[in-house]
């Protein structure tokens, strides 16, 4: 296969994933489970939202959550753009290519542009967000898992190809990926802006749908308090995988459900990846350490339930294999 | 149920949990999986037999592998007695008690007495061993696990009522342990002479079998290393289950099977267990939680595979009940 | 030198150092530091008394601070005996040799005796002690250095060979001491029952004044953290030495003042010490990685500061030497 | 004092440090240190040169030692540009400047541009280097402190106004910075490309010269182990300054000493500092929990000593003032 060469000069300048809206039904429930549970800080709450950000973050919220009494959903993913001459760049290059989009406002952020991507996902830009304070020096408040900033969003998508030609047009660096043997076809992308391995992921799947969001924690020892807290809080049932060693990124992750049943990962250990001259690494479908260095694979759950964004139908991906799943791994030994 | 009281004043004085002398088809691949990829150290290695310890071990040996070219079994479990005095008191017992020991030759061990006990297990004492360098302070030579020393053993018995009723009145103290509701039938013990939870466990099972034996690690960052290097110089597959936290006993813990399909359990996080005014910990043979604080629980091989004792004919437990696997586990929730 | 043999049949049994109590000024000050900066749980708290353990104790308490508005002492340091009739015989034994004791009451303790040791310091000997939950799997409750039990206490002593006698003959064996070339002089003593490195160490200097009490930290990471909280609530000025790691016992150290002057050290990675036939570890005076194996020695503060006994008056030590302290080693660099 | 606002479209796109290039006159010793100790990755090694890299890096090497019997230099320091044309544009900025430029040729490197930064050092630019395994997943290769890649360098300088001046035309951030009260004069600069807190720091002293330049390590962990492990190979003297915790930039480090003299910092706990709208954070020179959030300040030797640079006479501050050295502060408590 031949990938295409590194667009580094985008039309505009995204920086960075920043931040996730979901909906949740009980924001006591998201706050004890958010904040209490995993450590995220509470930076704002008012009865129509949770506004939650990373013990390192200076942003107000990399995580909103906005009550609502329907199913649960994802609302929006948030990148960053440089400057407010990126999101006027952002607007041409948009209206340039007939792709919707809108103007909107968002409480704590500067203006923001609303638009939906090659993957049907719905996006926001802005340039700026209400400067709160870095807590990483506030070591008492360290807990749970002392998560520090959000750092990836992973999204099952139907057709990877397209995701991944809208992101590369943008910027994003292809990282890591998976495909099939003598094929050209992407099964999976890391793409990132920020210079390590991924600020958004698309894997081959029932989609749009988000399936994680992820947020850094500095030590093994704090992505395992993050489990023994959870248990210790009644929430072990809210642990859907791990800990495990990702190959793809050498994340050591664990995975949780919320209490709306969205999926947030805690991991440590990425790795810096700035230079455009090093090629990406190629993971072949058929290799399952890309998914899990050690032992036993994931869960259906894990490969097939995601949150729908509100107001997408998810489609059937184009491509078609099945994943080896733990249930599909422990039938075949016995 | 009314536990008896602890035997304070026991006929002869085992001091700990000792050593554990296995077989094994190639010395060469057991060499490589303990030492490359655990972390051992090689304290000897001849043609017969590879002897290994933790890295603060001063006694010459706390693993024994004894090469054979048939199935691979254990040969006996090995506890230390405080002095030479306490082997003869111990021989006078077993005398007494119409128990069959035989003294033995073992290489790099003082006098050895070999008996079996009251779960159908091997068992030898002695008082005295080759004194090798503690390497605790070696840390150039720290790798893998950097496995520190032999803490504990669990057999699988039939008769955990026989196991437990023997090992307390040679003043083992019981710390854990597992029953049904309103009955008093012990299920799973956890006994110790050393001052922390166990030396030696007796879970409920096709028995007597070695279900595993366990070395400490000194960080969480060290077991989920010796994980990733197993990965790295493949042995993925070796990684039976884990890394999770035990309820009983509150290790964080990792198991591996060896070459010749022995298992062994890296852990950290004991607690201090010596003072006999407080009440061993009951658990419910219905709470999960057991065996697992978080998450998934065990396959069915770790529930049923284990090393059979040389010339030993395991039977069928006296309980019978089928422990939650997680092929059971994911079978209910779809 | 020739060491005598370890007693192995003491006159009674003393199992583990169990408490420490002291005075001090301000309760409420002492339980800001104790609780909430290192992380120690509060079992009780009335107007006279603090009762302080650490995470995974089910004793009541292995600290405790008594009001006074006196100069701040030590009252006493307790030891656990096996069971009550270890006690008679204590008192028996006492009496024998013309050892001055008296049966006390101590609150939340069974029986107690009250005695002076070899070292001059006051003993406390108890049987039992109030049972209260562990809290090793009480996760949430885990912050600063998340401290699990009272581990050891170094005495400095006037007298070293004279306390060396004293606790040998109850059975305290010697897991490492520091002596001067080509004599017989003893200058520190390690002393255990309990199976690691030490229950109390006696250190060569004016004495006897307690230098500190040690408790134990689950991991690397939890002794940084406690530096790293101590920082974040203002007590950066509390702490004296650290972190670093000492030769003798292995441990990786970090040594705080409390708001009394009290010292006390969180420390991580002892090894198991229980076999008799294992020689005990000699560091000589000369050599430096005794006390630290890395980089700077400790300041004056450290060697020469100590927390004196109620109504003892130290001596100065037969022994005279100049410890290599900070401020003399940065003095002979320039 | 008002900062200047930050440059958003530099002349030419520098996307962070890359390399340094020391020289030493044993490279058997460097190595032993910088690979056997640290755990540096050995990239090359012939009779002149040493390349060393981190083990996530895929650039052939971010440290040079090159063999001289002379005193122990510093020949340049490397940063990455994005692409070829942005060599290409810096060396028209750099003539039109009329700041002196020459293209060399630098094994393992693309085309290479050498010219002298405003603070006087030699500073050297590549597009390119050649590409060489990620190591970050041979786990089993990871020791000492594992360091994954090169993070920052920090030069002492006699004039930070003009340093700073130079980068921030260049497009570095400030993230952080130290100045007295009521008074513009900048003492120390924390400047960034990549997105974290620093690619190089200046900070006021005799210069210019390189204080020292400083790897990522995984974990606390690490960093406690390589210090032990220098312990255990013989290294402890080369220990300078640490354990301890950085108030700027949030580290916890420990820096050595390599056989020549030269200063390397070990280092964990970065955070993301990508969002233009974040102010810088201001420490006022008084305020010493900027150097080290805990204990003791750093002796003479860390504040006085540094390696010079090739050729460059260093010149005396403009602004003066004492820092509190550890001597100073020991001195004044007693």
Not at 46 to 68: C, F, P, Q, W
Not at 150 to 164: E, G, M, T, Y
Not at 284 to 300: E, I, K, V, Y
Request: aromatic letters at 10%; a negative charge; glycine letters at 8%.
């Amino acid at each position: 296969m031949t990938l295409p060469p590194p667009v580094l000069d985008p039309p505009f300048n995204i920086t960075r994933v920043s931040h996730v809206i979901l909906t949740g039904r009980d924001l006591d429930a998201s706050q004890r489970f958010y904040s209490d549970v995993l450590g995220l800080v509470v930076s704002d709450r008012d009865k129509d939202a949770l506004y939650l950000r990373g013990l390192e973050e200076a942003g107000h919220h990399s995580l909103v959550i906005r009550k609502s009494p329907d199913a649960p959903v994802c609302r929006a993913i948030g990148f960053r753009v440089l400057t407010e001459t990126d999101l006027e760049k952002a607007k041409e290059w948009l209206d340039r290519r007939g792709i919707a989009s809108q103007w909107i406002e968002a409480a704590y952020q500067g203006r923001t542009l609303r638009f939906t991507d090659g993957s049907g996902s719905p996006i926001e830009l802005c340039a700026r967000m209400d400067i709160v304070p870095r807590l990483m020096q506030s070591f008492d408040r360290f807990h749970g898992g002392s998560p520090q900033h959000l750092d990836h969003v992973q999204v099952a998508a139907s057709d990877i190809q397209r995701a991944f030609d809208f992101y590369t047009a943008l910027g994003f660096r292809l990282t890591e990926y998976t495909a099939r043997d003598n094929t050209d076809e992407l099964w999976g992308v890391w793409l990132q802006r920020k210079g390590n391995p991924h600020d958004i992921v698309f894997s081959n799947g029932r989609g749009p749908r988000l399936h994680h969001f992820a947020y850094t924690v500095p030590e093994v020892r704090d992505l395992i308090h993050a489990c023994d807290v959870a248990a210790s809080l009644g929430y072990a049932s809210r642990m859907e995988r791990g800990p495990g060693r990702h190959g793809i990124g050498n994340a050591l992750f664990v995975y949780f459900r919320d209490p709306d049943g969205h999926r947030i990962e805690l991991f440590n250990t990425h790795y810096q990846a700035i230079d455009p001259d090093v090629p990406p690494i190629r993971w072949d479908l058929t290799n399952t350490s890309r998914s899990q260095l050690w032992g036993l694979p994931a869960t259906r759950a894990w490969f097939f339930e995601a949150t729908e964004f509100e107001g997408v139908e998810p489609a059937e991906p184009l491509l078609k294999a099945d994943p080896v799943t733990l249930e599909a791994f422990l039938a075949n030994q016995f």
